[in-house]
């Protein structure tokens, strides 16, 4: 059974996910563990960050979804969750945005919001992960960026009166899928970047 390690599970994406692989055909496969704030785990600490590193090290887990948004401490979690499983047959699969690509996507579109510290934070994540998986070599520790359009949660409710906002809204578990995807792939099989918004796919 592949021991699945998720953070932010009890909202948006990552509920989705917890909710898809106990239910899907798969659901036998999977153990899953939970790390959200709802649940105790404050990630906005570096020493969550630390104490989640070590469950996952403890609970012998084999992937780690490092889903939950948290300024600064996404990255961190990833470096710190590699150190542990560079030489090992892991796998950690961060949760980017399309938006880190152009933060012209939002302006073009008329968003009020000032986006440029989420944008920043997911670039920097790409940018972490992205050197992480190129270091990949059979029996290493896998690294996988998935970076969505928008999803339809909570995080993105104040953009539903914008014009024809659902034309290009995707739902949770569309992206769900795709993780579950990844996480089923061979062991030797390197998944550096995954890029998909409605009507576009990119591999």
């Not at 939002?106 to 944008?119: E, L, S």
């Not at 999803?151 to 914008?162: A, M, N, P, Q, Y």
């Not at 099989?189 to 591999?203: E, K, Y």
């Amino acid at each position: 059974m592949k021991k699945i390690a998720i953070t932010g599970h009890t909202r948006g994406i990552g509920k989705a996910l917890v909710h898809r692989l106990e239910t899907s055909g798969n659901n036998n496969l999977f153990s899953i563990k939970g790390f959200s704030q709802s649940t105790g785990y404050n990630l906005q600490r570096v020493s969550t960050v630390k104490k989640v590193v070590q469950e996952c090290v403890d609970w012998e887990a084999d992937v780690l979804v490092n889903n939950a948004y948290v300024p600064d401490n996404q990255v961190r979690l990833l470096y710190s969750m590699y150190e542990q499983w560079v030489d090992k047959p892991k796998l950690i699969i961060n949760m980017g945005a399309i938006s880190s690509d152009s933060i012209s996507n939002f302006a073009q579109m008329g968003y009020n919001k000032d986006w440029t510290p989420y944008v920043s934070d997911k670039a920097r994540l790409d940018w972490a992960s992205l050197q992480l998986s190129n270091q990949f070599k059979p029996g290493m520790c896998r690294v996988t960026m998935i970076k969505p359009g928008m999803v339809d949660t909570d995080s993105t409710e104040w953009l539903k009166g914008i014009s024809n906002i659902d034309d290009i809204m995707m739902t949770a578990d569309s992206v769900a899928e795709m993780i579950e995807w990844v996480i089923t792939l061979e062991e030797n099989t390197q998944m550096r970047n995954l890029s998909f918004d409605v009507g576009n796919f990119n591999g």
